[in-house]
């Protein structure tokens, strides 16, 4: 593009470059691409003549000669992005290394939606897709591509597919071990609803870290909604069950919150009376809550880092490995279990 009259110098194309030595287009290029037999005094000049013109390649033509794009495209379908935008942060800090772009694309929970940016992407000539939504039951995966594909935060039911999904099981042992550390021996269970995997491994993560101490378990899991409606019904349940229950572990910090507001219309002292885990690390609702959350974190951040790092490796020309990868928890101390 010219810049006469505007004041701006016009740039520097090849074929300026190609004249000043005195040679042809294809032959700068080769030069300047480090391409092609050329004899090294016909490099040089090219490489001189571009020095001293001030000649600046073009990147992106570059990359595409090299049959490189420098993008990857992210597959949601996580809509309210509450799962999904940690996770693609967490993958753009790994993907930033490498120079590498991110299109993000919301699929809406709707598979022919899904397909049409998938179809998008690699129209765009992505080099690689993460497919990521907010729950880790199986799902059906997106098939044979041209490019590799991993999966975050959701798991294939392919087991070809590489699925990096958080260790809700052992989320949950870290938060019951940290109550039983504070000398609680009467730990209730409130979470969200038995259809959903991640409730069901909470569950079992409460329960064999109660087995693990020797502790009996306050009542038996009471699995509802994730909903902060249901924490307020749940702690009616459970004091009524349990009058001597002195601490909770909820699924959701949406529960946990709904659990303070009953447990406190109760007269309940938290953490003096009971103390307070919830799980999600969401921290509207965790620091929102009174006092303030103690809550596993699943560390989504994490899980976007680790599938993007597999995907450049296997860009890079590493093998593919399949399988169900899991990412530790980690334990957010707050005001809901401190003295």
């Known amino acids: 593009m010219s810049d006469e009259g505007n004041g701006l110098p016009k740039p520097v194309t090849i074929r300026d470059v190609a004249a000043a030595a005195g040679v042809s287009v294809g032959t700068a290029s080769k030069a300047l691409n480090g391409r092609g037999k050329l004899r090294e005094e016909t490099r040089g000049r090219v490489m001189a003549a571009a020095e001293r013109l ?18 990857v495209g992210l597959v949601t379908s996580d809509s309210f992005g509450r799962f999904s935008i940690p996770v693609m942060l967490g993958a753009e800090d790994a993907l930033g290394a490498g120079q590498i772009s991110v299109f993000m694309c919301d699929g809406r929970d709707d598979p022919i939606r899904e397909r049409h940016y998938i179809e998008r992407l690699l129209a765009r000539r992505v080099e690689g897709i993460i497919v990521t939504g907010r729950r880790t039951e199986p799902r059906p995966g997106v098939g044979a591509l041209p490019v590799p594909v991993v999966y975050a935060m959701t798991r294939s039911a392919d087991a070809a597919d590489l699925s990096v999904i958080p260790d809700d099981h052992g989320g949950s042992v870290l938060a019951v ?12 269970h409130i979470t969200g609803p038995r259809r959903f995997e991640a409730a069901r491994l909470r569950a079992e993560g409460w329960a064999a870290a109660l087995a693990e101490a020797g502790a009996e378990p306050a009542g038996e899991p009471l699995f509802g909604e994730w909903s902060e409606e249901w924490g307020r019904q749940a702690a009616g349940i459970l004091l009524r069950a349990v009058p001597g229950v002195d601490a909770v572990f909820c699924g959701s910090d949406q ?45 989504l951040g994490e899980i976007g880092r680790v599938a993007a790092t597999h995907l450049l490796d296997v860009i890079g020309g590493a093998p593919h490995r399949g399988g169900v990868r899991t990412v530790p928890c980690g334990l957010v101390l707050r005001e809901s279990t401190r003295a």
């Open 255 to 299: 529960i946990a919150r709904g659990v303070a507001e009953t447990l406190r219309e109760r007269g309940r002292r938290i953490p003096g009376d009971v103390a307070l885990v919830g799980f999600d690390n969401w921290e509207p609702m965790a620091l929102g809550c009174r006092p303030p959350l103690t809550t596993v974190d699943p560390n």
């Open 54 to 71: 001030g000649f600046r390649p073009n990147s992106l033509a570059r990359q595409l000669l090299a049959g490189r794009t420098f993008t």
């Open 177 to 188: 071990r940290h109550l039983l550390a504070l000398g609680r021996t009467r730990i209730g």
